[in-house]
């Protein structure tokens, strides 16, 4: 049996704005410690010390007839419910396969259990008799993590989103009657499953076995215990086992705990920038106005006007699947809007079961219009279940979540996901607000699709100290991982002022253009420091938000490149031309940018007929003619919209690589459609033994044919050292 260490008495707390190293109130002076790393305070930049709604855990309780889920509202700093046997209070929650990962949930925001090993609680337990009680996890199957993720997708843990009986595991301790701190070493017990507290950790919670409910004429002493929590823990030991288990504020044995650093990143985040609906429609879906909506099916609704938000219920002949369908323009750049945003509400308990009064559960919907093929339509997609709590949810998805199957309902028999493949553009978005079969109110006040933020090109990392000390600094780091080692750092010795802060992200700094998660780290004049990570990334550079070219493509990482270079970009703000053919104006912009770096040179005289100076491709293409790479024609023209050939793109390449103006002397025949007659025999040789191109099927070149958009991505990164494609 693990063993509990209890009587952690606080005698006292510290002084307002207490300072290191030694701290007085006027009477009193302590020497002072630096309290251990939290979880909950370096994750969420906010400790579990029941100060705000965001700390309210889930209790459940198993009686008789069945679960039934409560929501303890916090309190003066403390929230208290009762517990009878096998009560369950959830920390960090991992609501299953079938329910939809947000917010603070495990799947999204694990714990890191090879850092964070110890967990504590100052709590009270009413009564007389000791409450026997556990901490039990369940992890992530390491062999599942680390999902091949396509640029400009946010990776989640496969693995984080089922629980099983391999991954779960625990320990027990007890709790005496009282008030208490206790310290629980989170170290498997064999009787309580097979998994060790290691690697990440998608689900902790604390079992409590209180007493059974019984009859009022019962003995009081076998009622149920109740539990009061002021403050929990998980924390990173320092070896200072007196003071490790306390937050800040604490005074332990003379030694006084002070506060690390609290660093909160404001932006960027998992809401995103700018809004679809806001930008696209002119109009927010604020729920102020039923022309917010196309319309609704199973549900009455109106606009309560006092609150700023659209009302419904499902009292009426129909129950079940109330629907409210969004106005909105047309299809929607499913590649550029994807944080999904919404405030919603359901009136009644709580209760996630499968009977009429359970069901506090939303989803959205939408449809791919690429999957109908005639009347059999396949293409409506939904979200796996979102769970509702009490009050007001402000539920945080990215549905660009890899893979699709944890967004998209198990049940859906063509899992499409939002963006993917098979999905660049999507509509018909819906809200269904919940999947009980009674009777039941809703409400909803807004709903958002947002992009990412942006840094093109260059953006404001905003951040805060919340246990602000004078002296702080800041670093500020960009990984392409969340978690994961910095790539490129920001700016560092940043002097940090109470209230928020800004460290400007110049994406022309940067040694590549991604999609990048910012790490933060504060630390004060003594070295103590504290690190936390954006809850969503930064895009740098021009994005990559094309409806015809979308990961799964085989020129999609080609393309990704080429933009991400500033080498292309697209035909519309949707669209790439992914099969268009490169002009000759085109290709002369291609080459200026990839080798003559940057902004085209100013153009000052005319370099053919048909390209006089005020021309977008003056500059490029007189740099093109200067550079000896291609010439006009006889009759003194450019012809720049005429289509680019296979084979005069071989010359193009290879005199601006080679700066040859002359062709390599082609001795043997490059393929079976290019033979030594051939006026570019050369030049395709060349680029075949640079292994820049290759053939396009097993023998031929197609030298006629029109260049794609798409191909040229290829050819210009193998130029460079990479690439794919044909």
Known sequence: MAVVTAGLLVVS????????????????????????????????????????????????????????????EPSGGSVTYESPNGTQLWLVRNWGAGALATNRDGPVLPIDADRYRRLSMSV????????????????????????????????????????????????????????????????????????????????????????????????????????????????????????????????????????????VIVAPDVRGDEDYATVVRGKGWDMDTLDDLFGSINTTVWVNPELGRIEGTTAGPTFNDPVIRFRNPGPINARRWHRLEFVAGLE????????????????????????????????????????????????????????????????????????????????????????????RDWWISELRLRRNHLADPTFDVRFRDDAHQAGTTATVALATTRGGDPEHIVASGVPVSPGENAVL????????????????????????????????????????????????????????????????????????????????????????RLLGGGAAPTCTTAPFDDVPVGHPFCGAIAWLVEEGIADGYDDGTFRPTRPVSRQAMAAFLHRAVTGQGVAPTCEVPAHRDVDGTSPFCGEIAWLGAAGITRVVSSEDFRPADPVSRQAMAAFLRRVQGGGGGQ
């Open 13 to 72: 707390v510290l002084p307002a704005g207490a300072q290191p190293d030694t701290v007085a109130d006027g009477s009193r002076s302590w020497e002072s410690v630096i309290e251990a790393p939290d979880f909950a305070t370096e994750t969420y930049g906010d400790p579990w010390d029941f100060a705000n709604p965001e700390d309210t855990p889930v209790v459940i309780q198993n009686l008789p007839d069945g679960p039934e889920y409560l929501m303890p």
């Open 124 to 263: 009270t337990v009413s009564g007389t008799r000791p409450v026997g009680a556990g901490a039990f996890w369940w992890g992530c199957d390491p062999d599942l993590l680390g999902v091949a993720t396509p640029p400009g997708v946010t990776d989640t843990p496969a693995a984080c989103a089922e629980q099983t009986r391999e991954r779960f595991g625990g320990t027990p301790f007890t709790l005496q009657p009282g008030t208490q701190v206790v310290d629980i070493p989170l170290t498997r017990t064999e009787a309580f499953g097979p998994a060790d507290w290691s690697g990440l950790v998608s689900t902790l919670l604390v079992t409590t076995n209180g007493g059974a409910p019984v009859d009022g004429d019962a003995d009081p002493s076998l009622q149920p215990a109740s539990i009061t929590l002021d403050w929990v823990r998980l924390y990173a030991p320092q070896g200072r086992p007196t003071t490790d288990p306390h937050p800040p504020g604490a005074i332990v044995d003379g030694l006084g705990v002070l506060p690390r650093p609290r660093p």
């Open 348 to 439: 009644g308990r709580f209760d996630l079961e499968d009977y009429e009064g359970g069901g506090t559960m939303a989803r959205f919907v939408w449809r791919n219009p690429n999957a109908i093929s005639g009347s059999n339509d396949v293409g409506f997609q939904e979200t796996n279940d979102i769970v509702m709590l009490p009050g007001a949810n402000r539920i945080l998805v990215d549905l660009h979540t890899h893979p699709a199957g944890l967004v998209t309902d198990d049940e859906i028999p063509f899992r499409l996901g939002w963006g993917g493949g098979a999905s660049p553009v999507v509509d018909h978005p819906e809200f269904h607000p919940h999947e009980d079969r009674g009777v």
């Open 505 to 592: 992200l110049d994406s022309a700094t940067l040694p590549f253009q991604h999609l990048f998660w910012v790490r933060l780290t504060l630390t004060r004049p003594n070295g103590v420091a504290t690190t936390t990570w954006s809850s969503g990334p930064v895009e740098t550079g021009t994005p990559v938000e094309f409806t015809d070219m979308v990961p799964g493509n085989a020129f999609f990482d080609d393309v990704f490149w080429l933009v991400k270079a500033g080498v292309a970009d697209g035909y519309s703000p949707d669209t790439y031309g992914a099969v268009a053919p490169v002009s000759r104006q085109a290709m002369a912009a291609f080459l200026q």
